[in-house]
């Protein structure tokens, strides 16, 4: 396909070449209907900037922006360190932004990239964002960004993720093989994609192994602690009490251990836990947890290294930087008696 | 004492006051032996700037920094949600700067923030920190600034801090009254003051419990987890094996459920362990360990209710919003028996 320069967005718009660069720029000197017209244009057509031009322009912050929901998971303090391992060897900065999952949040944070605060932006978009427009906007502006672990198919960048569907499909036959058959999953959010393999492939399981799939079984978690409690106490109380659970978030683990402790069930003799988890601890917990464990540190290397790619200014196609890396299944005593 | 106002400075300088003001400000029409000379001054006579007057500066980024040595610690990870929440309410992002334990890396940052970069900086010192020029500069430049956690006496500002002498003494207390006599104490250095407090509490304890005081059973850890292994390994293989800890970093405690397993020792019947921590886990893991836990939340929000009173331009001085807030002792499986 054809490459969208600035020279064509001037053709197709009818505008000065200077005009539409200076409104990518957001420059004062552009009225703001102008602007709106050539982003709305480049989103369009997907223009990709010449980040080596960028990289020439006088502000440079030697800064990198990681947008994140928590840093109170593993994954995600790893995954910054594997940034930062990057990142130091370029000696650039890497700031934390932390979404709180909210996607108003997300958004403001981004709009505020449009400034130049940073060179560059590592994603990982909130269990509210739906649609991606201001995700578009900062990439149409000339910063680049790399989406990783949550990410949306809509943006066309590197997108640095793990094999969800095949890790939730081999967490869900592992509990079957382990004699659960009525397994629930607990989501993170119905709309992000991560969810939806991790849901798609606990679905692909049991139907491949015969096992029916209750809609009530398949629960999206809230960001709310305390909601979760409930929603992990109602599964484990009902009359068709679930026997195996596919957590696809660490904290949710930590929350069905302390609601088996408070119905005085036994893992993994009355319900068998998998996680989705990082944890240093899990090895050690009681009983030791199984888990799917991402390669979080690897991960970060990665969308740092597609990222800094493009700020260096290699003429790159961020969206031919896309990998996929395999998590581990860790069997421990939470599935397994002893 | 006497205000010590740009004023002042100027006086004692023979400058004029603008140039003293454009000093501070780092202008670049001021030469950088007359720059030195008024923020050697400026920090001498402890010059606290009108942060009323500087918020009035056009360039107001609404930020303010978190600059701390890691996020995989939950104390950090649970803080950074406080100063969030209160952040939240004033419309600031908060930006987290990791240092790794780095004091080079730390001055680096803080030096970046001169240009302006984030109005304020709530800042945990890393385990090397022995000097705070680069910390007072950037307080003399305009930029408030409150140490939280990890702090240091020489800079005159708010501390947030929790009793860690005292916290230190009663974890030491408590393994003593559970039978333990080879008591060793983990830091996570020797300079900082946090380390020195719990230092000074667990061999106050030992004194006033006749309890021998064995140099080589008080190690400080390295910020590498692979050393820290063989320390604890080292300490547990040797005739005098300890036969109780106190860790007074979250991280050592995996490590030591890790060596214990190896080594085939009974946690707590060969040795008793706890922990400063605020592992969600903790109640959970084989044993249920022990914590000082830290009011983390409560020590990011104070921290950052200070920070933003002073940028709200109320004429507070930090010196006085200092507060030492309590941790609590949970005694837990990994010290009793059942």
Do not use: W
């Given at each position: 396909?054809?490459?969208?320069?600035?020279?064509?967005?001037?053709?197709?718009?009818?505008?000065?070449?200077?005009?539409?660069?200076?409104?990518?720029?957001?420059?004062?000197?552009?009225?703001?209907?102008?602007?709106?017209?050539?982003?709305?244009?480049?989103?369009?057509?997907?223009?990709?900037?010449?980040?080596?031009?960028?990289?020439?322009?006088?502000?440079?912050?030697?800064?990198?922006?990681?947008?994140?929901?928590?840093?109170?998971?593993?994954f995600?303090?790893q995954a910054?360190?594997g940034?930062?391992?990057?990142?130091?060897?370029?000696?650039?900065?890497?700031?934390?932004?932390?979404?709180?999952?909210?996607?108003?949040?997300?958004?403001?944070?981004?709009?505020?990239?449009?400034?130049?605060?940073?060179?560059?932006?590592?994603?990982s978009?909130?269990?509210?964002?739906?649609?991606?427009?201001?995700?578009?906007?900062?990439?149409?502006?000339?910063?680049?960004?790399?989406l990783f672990d949550r990410v949306?198919?809509?943006?066309?960048?590197?997108k640095i993720i793990t094999n969800d569907f095949e890790s939730s499909y081999q967490a869900?036959?592992?509990?079957?093989?382990?004699?659960?058959?009525?397994?629930?999953?607990?989501?993170?959010?119905?709309?992000?994609a991560i969810s939806?393999n991790r849901?798609?492939g606990?679905?692909?399981?049991?139907?491949?192994?015969?096992?029916?799939?209750?809609?009530?079984?398949?629960?999206?978690?809230?960001?709310?602690?305390?909601?979760?409690?409930?929603?992990?106490?109602?599964?484990?109380?009902?009359?068709?009490?679930?026997?195996?659970?596919?957590?696809t978030?660490?904290?949710?683990?930590?929350?069905?251990?302390?609601?088996?402790?408070?119905?005085?069930?036994?893992?993994?003799?009355?319900?068998?836990?998998?996680?989705f988890s990082n944890?240093?601890?899990?090895?050690?917990?009681?009983?030791?947890?199984?888990t799917v464990t991402q390669p979080a540190f690897d991960m970060g290397k990665a969308a740092?290294?597609?990222?800094?790619?493009?700020?260096?200014?290699?003429?790159?196609?961020?969206?031919?930087?896309s990998q996929v890396l395999p998590s581990v299944l860790?069997?421990?005593?939470?599935?397994?008696?002893?």
């Amino acid at each position: 396909m054809e490459k969208v320069t600035i020279k064509k967005l001037a053709e197709e718009l009818n505008l000065s070449a200077s005009t539409i660069s200076r409104a990518l720029q957001d420059s004062y000197q552009i009225g703001s209907k102008t602007k709106r017209r050539v982003l709305e244009l480049a989103a369009e057509l997907n223009y990709v900037p010449n980040y080596h031009a960028s990289g020439l322009r006088k502000k440079v912050s030697k800064t990198i922006a990681v947008v994140i929901p928590e840093v109170a998971d593993s994954f995600f303090a790893q995954a910054i360190n594997g940034i930062e391992a990057v990142a130091q060897e370029s000696g650039f900065h890497v700031l934390i932004y932390l979404t709180h999952e909210s996607c108003t949040k997300e958004q403001a944070i981004l709009k505020d990239f449009q400034n130049g605060r940073v060179d560059g932006v590592l994603l990982s978009i909130t269990a509210e964002t739906a649609q991606y427009n201001y995700i578009q906007e900062l990439i149409s502006r000339g910063i680049p960004l790399v989406l990783f672990d949550r990410v949306c198919e809509e943006i066309a960048t590197a997108k640095i993720i793990t094999n969800d569907f095949e890790s939730s499909y081999q967490a869900t036959q592992h509990l079957i093989s382990c004699g659960c058959r009525r397994i629930a999953l607990l989501s993170a959010s119905n709309s992000l994609a991560i969810s939806k393999n991790r849901l798609a492939g606990y679905k692909q399981a049991l139907i491949d192994l015969d096992i029916d799939f209750k809609e009530d079984f398949e629960l999206a978690c809230s960001k709310q602690d305390e909601v979760n409690y409930q929603l992990i106490k109602e599964l484990l109380t009902r009359p068709d009490r679930t026997d195996g659970i596919v957590a696809t978030v660490e904290k949710q683990a930590t929350i069905i251990y302390q609601v088996c402790r408070e119905l005085n069930l036994q893992i993994p003799q009355h319900l068998k836990v998998v996680s989705f988890s990082n944890l240093q601890t899990a090895a050690y917990l009681n009983p030791a947890l199984t888990t799917v464990t991402q390669p979080a540190f690897d991960m970060g290397k990665a969308a740092a290294t597609s990222l800094f790619k493009a700020l260096k200014g290699k003429n790159v196609s961020l969206i031919s930087e896309s990998q996929v890396l395999p998590s581990v299944l860790h069997i421990r005593e939470s599935t397994c008696f002893h």
